[in-house]
Nanobody
Framework: QVQLVESGGGLVQAGGSLRLSCAAS????????MGWFRQAPGKERDFVAA????????YYADFVKGRFTISRDNAKNTMYLQMYNLKPEDTAVYYCAASTGLAYYSGSLLRRPANEYDYWGQGTQVTVSS
């Protein structure tokens, strides 16, 4: 089992920045791909970004390309999502997730639906005011 805990959400004005963190514990010796998803009220959980086990490959949803950066520090068992130039439409609960099956994927193959992830955090709220 892997436990994931997100932090770093909050309220920010449009154009501002936030950095989300996702701390993993438990069976962290296994190799995992990790991803960020988000869910706005009344909407489905959408893919945001993913990173492979080593951090050597990443993939982003079109709506965040150039604004968000996903990274991981395996020594700290932590993944990050640096978000710049935030927009009101970025308002959502952001979830981190881990997948053993996707660990060695790269590029666009990292864009997989939520049901292919094995472990989830509880989510952190990001609110962007206009």
């Amino acid at each position: 089992q892997v436990q994931l805990v997100e932090s770093g959400g909050g309220l920010v004005q449009a154009g501002g920045s936030l950095r989300l963190s996702c701390a993993a514990s438990g069976r962290t010796r296994s190799s995992y791909a990790m991803g960020w998803f988000r869910q706005a009220p009344g909407k489905e959980r959408d893919f945001v970004a993913a990173i492979n086990w080593s951090g050597g490959s990443t993939y982003y949803a079109d709506f965040v390309k150039g604004r968000f950066t996903i990274s991981r520090d395996n020594a700290k068992n932590t993944m990050y999502l640096q978000m710049y130039n935030l927009k009101p439409e970025d308002t959502a609960v952001y979830y981190c997730a881990a997948s053993t099956g996707l660990a060695y994927y790269s590029g666009s193959l990292l864009r997989r639906p939520a049901n292919e992830y094995d472990y989830w955090g509880q989510g952190t709220q990001v609110t962007v005011s206009s």
